[in-house]
């Protein structure tokens, strides 16, 4: 009998380990790969029509399904490209929230709700349902847009400067679409370039950050934890730099950040 215990306790200690790492993850993160994990399987699996996901305007506008606006950013299809997806947006994702937005969760909800708002009007032109692949995009852009001399290293062990991910991804996906222009990855890749010039490049040059986090969004998440043990450099930068304590601001990365 207590052989055949051992492979139960096994398992339950496995399973621990990993609700212990998933628990582990920042907020931010954690909750778009449980939401995107959550709705790729349900809807894969047919416990959820695939049709109640996409953004079709019309049904928004007219049915008022708004949850559709939301759902776009968070499902993409059951498959090896799926579960690729998941694993780039834990990585780009996590960096970006403890690093560039360590301890300030509201400042990161803010940046992804610029970059969805930003890539919800574009989509109306050309009528793109689903915008995943919009999402990770943006926050790849962010990423490698802190780390532009950053050699990182791509499918078939190609390697180059960080500054240039975004540009490959997208050229991954027109291969992988037989031509088919990726609206989605472009809309994420402009919104999240438009972001860090507003509100990092721009404010670094001695201008005004133009898109600061309300104050609404710092009520519900809460403001800078100025305390918090993951604090980095970028932080402490903060904290001594009076140009980036403006009311609302919270986006001053540090003077020894190269700037793309």
Known sequence: MARQAQPTRGISSDGAQIAQWFSSLPVCTRFLLEATGTLTLVSGLGLLPGYHLPLLWE????????????????????SIN??????????????????????????YVW????????????????????????????????WSLHRAEQTVRFVFGITFPARYLPYALMTL???LNQGVFPFASFYGWLSAQAYYYLSVDLPARGGLNYIPTPQFVYR???????????????????LSNPVSQRPGGGHSWGQGRRLA
């Open 220 to 238: 519900i998440f809460g403001q800078v934890h100025r305390s918090d043990p993951r604090s980095t450099g970028i932080r402490m930068a903060t």
């Open 82 to 107: 799926g579960l690729i997806h998941l694993v780039m947006l834990h990585r780009y994702s996590l960096a970006v929230e403890k690093e560039e937005f360590g301890g300030r969760t509201a400042d």
């Open 111 to 142: 940046f992804l709700m610029v970059c969805m708002i930003s890539m919800l009007g574009m989509s109306w032109i050309t009528q793109t349902m689903l915008l995943t692949n919009g999402l990770l995009l943006a926050i790849a852009t962010l």
């Open 59 to 78: 049904l928004v506008t007219k049915q008022f399904q708004i949850w559709r606006l939301v759902t776009t950013f968070l499902v993409t299809r059951l």
């Open 173 to 175: 996906k027109l291969l």
